[in-house]
């Protein structure tokens, strides 16, 4: 890949973005906003063009998808309802008001006919679109649906839970198909992988399980290392997917074996709300708590597969030499000229951007009105003015600093702040007296050096966490 290679701008918004979803058939976005609203854009190297606005809930809308041929765009509310919009005509095809008990968190495309939503009792209906009614529900499990997956194959729907469970579902039966046990942990996210072998969920603790497909009572296998939780996994191939964690990165791992390969993008230590692929294996698309949906550059890895299908080995390390030559990018990259609300000089956009830092950062209290302001707004009148039509575009290239040197200084298998754990730190020599107390050493100052580097994320993140404590409270 061209080191110069360009992507399309980010899109900017004045509220924030909850969830992001590309058309399976163009280069098509759409963006949903805590407000209710709902965004299309079409976007390129040259520029990004609106093609929809509409507020389409009454309170935000946390979930949206497309239908398989990128025709209707699904969306779901914390009102209780979910409809489904035709893209270019810009109407309305479905409604169903208080389609559950309880806020709606999470909406699917499962095929043709039906469709799939979660809510945060942990209920999942499915939905027959050609009778507009409901088909079936199931009710196994006891909090939030947070992730599902569909494998066409064997029809089945896979869910995962903030109860800790992962659920299998045959759409053509009223039963469950299987039930795993409790993980002791939530599950955030989930892929299909290996060719439908293989079940990958990410979790709290920064783990990812891999459940082995018709063995579904316990995981089959772990893969630690992340520092913080994997909010939500994008399926690249087979074998490597891409990971959004709360720590702000995007991570591309492989599996079977398991390593880092590197890092496709940063969203400067902001949650990772959700990441997908477009449909030309091109771009990556992710949205975070900064109102902005950013694009990434994930082509060369398929560039590479394609280009020598012979040379595993050879192949693997290429695509990880580009994988972290474009980690050390994000990291280095400068800012670039924008152009928001007609500012186009650079230091004007700075002078803006330092005012911004300077009013969220005042205290903490200002912080929690605005977003109770917020949830106000939700609650009450649903068709209350919100100027958010606003979505300017941002260059692509973000300000942040690769995993690479995040870890500079702390490579020692002592030390945990690098979120890799040991990898590649195990030693089978037997070093002399000398030998011993000089390694002996360095171990001390680089776990003194670990600890400090830790102590201060962990301000970090307590800050970042004040700071949007209020925006979970409005989802």
């Known amino acids: 890949m061209d080191d110069g290679v360009a992507r399309p701008k980010s899109l900017k918004f004045k509220e924030p973005v ?6 399976p058939a163009a280069n098509l976005v759409a963006s949903s906003l805590i407000t209710g609203h709902v965004f299309v854009h079409r976007f390129s190297v040259d520029g990004n063009e609106r093609l929809l606005r509409q507020k389409v809930h009454k309170k935000s809308c946390r979930s949206v998808c497309f239908s398989q041929d990128g025709s209707l765009l699904y969306t779901a509310s914390k009102d209780r309802s979910w409809q489904a919009m035709d893209i270019e005509a810009g109407l309305q095809k479905l409604n169903f008001d208080a389609a559950h008990d309880k806020p709606i968190n999470l909406i699917r495309h499962v095929n043709e006919q039906t469709v799939a ?25 006891v909090d939030y649906v947070s992730d599902m997956a569909y494998n066409a194959d064997r029809r089945h729907l896979l869910a995962t839970s903030g109860d800790g469970c992962l659920s299998v579902y045959d759409v053509r039966k009223a039963k469950p198909y299987r039930v795993s046990d409790n993980q002791d942990d939530e599950l955030l996210s989930i892929a299909i992988m290996r060719g439908g072998k293989k079940v990958v969920v990410g979790e709290t603790d920064g783990v990812l399980g891999i459940f082995t497909y018709d063995q579904f009572g316990d995981i089959s296998d772990r893969f630690p290392g992340h520092p913080q939780s994997i909010d939500t996994i994008c399926k690249l191939t087979e074998d490597m997917c891409v990971t959004g964690s709360s720590d702000g990165l995007l991570r591309i791992v492989q599996l079977f074996p398991h390593k880092l390969v590197g890092v496709a993008g940063d969203h400067d230590s902001l949650p990772v709300e959700k990441v997908v692929l477009s449909y030309d294996q091109q771009w990556l698309a992710s949205c975070s708590h900064d109102h902005t949906v950013h694009f990434w550059d994930i082509g060369y890895i398929f560039d590479e597969d394609d280009d020598d299908d012979d040379d595993d080995e050879a192949n693997d390390e290429d695509v990880q030499a580009a994988a972290i030559r474009i980690s050390k990018e994000i990291g280095s990259a400068a800012n670039s000229d924008v152009d928001i609300d007609g500012v186009s000089e650079i230091g004007e956009l700075q002078v803006k951007s330092e005012a911004s830092d300077q009013d969220s950062d005042s205290d903490d209290g200002s912080s929690s009105g605005s977003d109770e302001r917020e949830g106000g707004k939700e609650e009450g009148d649903g068709d209350a003015s919100v100027d958010v039509d606003v979505d300017v575009e941002v260059d692509g290239t973000a300000d942040g600093h690769s995993e690479t040197s995040k870890n500079k200084g702390a490579d020692n298998g002592d030390s945990d702040d690098d979120g890799w754990g040991s990898w590649g730190d195990s030693d089978d ?7 011993r107390k000089a390694k002996k050493a360095e171990k001390k100052q680089a776990k003194r050096q670990a600890q400090t580097e830790l102590a201060s994320s962990n301000a970090k993140i307590h800050k970042r966490k004040q700071n949007n404590a209020s925006f979970f409270a409005d989802l």
């Open 117 to 141: 939503t979660g809510d945060d009792a942990g209920v999942v209906r499915l939905w027959d679109v050609r009778s507009n009614k409901p088909a079936f529900a199931y009710n196994e499990h």
């Open 18 to 23: 909850i969830d992001v979803a590309l058309s």
């Open 429 to 435: 020599e037997k070093p002399g007296k000398d030998a």
